[in-house]
């Protein structure tokens, strides 16, 4: 399929729908099924080897490329990994509405990358990044609760750590859609996606120890088949919602400026995120986060226009 063809509004479209139906099966699973780091592996890692059969199906079932794609791949992955784990580390020993916080601060530093790849942010953008990041703080924000852990040095470290390999995430992608082997996304996603999927694997073994299993078993000692059924439609689902995000999101970092792009991604997924939680999930929100979802959708105009 030639990209190309496609109005990027429409490919955004598609992306933060696949994104959106991924988030809200992630928000059930960890929610109805298992919100234990096993649970967590096991999802990422067979929605990860989903993913690479999507992502070589959307290749033609070839895998033509260079030296030079796989070396960013595998640091696309590794860079991911890292990220994962740092905002896994802070998240355990810190507060976890001041942890999200500042991993989304990671969208400024991506958003304004495009100076170095010689694209211009005028001078509207600069005030749609600006409320973009008002949406991202305002929307993460939550009330404090007494048993939440307090911010600490080693915390902060390790959430700055988090903001900056997440950022360094978009501008792996970018620096290879800038190069000459863009055209070679399919290989740079699979290659990606073994490293994810090689990632959850240890640290699904490591927590085999700890954790209790993901589907209990029955009395008769065995596993329910219609939740293993049921599981298996999820992550197969996520796969593919996961796998056209992902194909979209790497073409269009390529044809979009960064200060665009970026904020409208990360920003986009969080609002509609939010507005499922509301609908789905009967979730409610505070006056400071409604404001904040005003900001985004302010700040969407102003990168759009």
Not at 87 to 92: D, E, H, N, R, V
Not at 218 to 234: D, Q
Not at 238 to 260: E, F, K, P
Request: net charge positive; glycine share 6%.
């Amino acid at each position: 399929m030639d990209l190309s063809k496609i109005p990027n509004i429409i490919l955004l479209a598609v992306s933060m729908t696949a994104c959106l139906g991924s988030n809200v099966l992630k928000n059930y699973f960890s929610k109805k099924v298992s919100n234990t780091t096993r649970g967590c592996q096991l999802y990422n890692m067979i929605t990860s080897i989903v993913c690479c059969f999507v992502i070589f199906a959307y290749a033609g079932f070839r895998l033509d490329g260079s030296l030079y794609t796989v070396a960013i791949g595998a640091v696309f992955g590794i860079v991911t990994a890292i990220a994962a784990i740092c905002g896994f580390i802070a998240m355990s020993i810190g507060p976890l509405s001041y942890t999200t916080v500042m991993t989304s601060c990671s969208t400024v530093i991506t958003a304004i990358s495009g100076l170095f790849f010689g694209e211009t942010i005028p001078a509207l953008k600069w005030v749609g990044i600006a409320l973009m990041m008002v949406c991202l703080i305002l929307s993460n924000k939550k009330e404090t609760t007494s048993d939440e852990k307090k911010a600490s040095l080693k915390w902060f470290i390790f959430s700055m750590l988090a903001a900056v390999f997440c950022a360094a995430i978009g501008l792996i992608q970018k620096t290879h859609q800038e190069s000459a082997h863009k055209s070679e996304l399919s290989l740079l996603l699979i290659v990606a996606f073994a490293f994810s999927t090689l990632f959850s694997l240890v640290w699904y073994i490591i927590s085999l120890k700890k954790d209790p299993p993901v589907i209990e078993k029955s009395e008769n000692g065995k596993c329910h088949v219609k939740m293993i059924t049921f599981l298996a439609i999820i992550f197969v689902t996520v796969g593919i919602g996961v796998a056209l995000n992902n194909i979209i999101n790497l073409y269009l970092v390529g044809v979009m400026d960064s200060a665009v792009f970026f904020p409208i991604v990360n920003g986009g997924h969080l609002i509609l995120s939010t507005l499922a939680g509301l609908v789905l999930f009967k979730e409610k929100l505070s006056k400071t986060q409604w404001v904040g979802l005003a900001s985004g959708i302010a700040a969407t105009f102003c990168l759009c226009f």
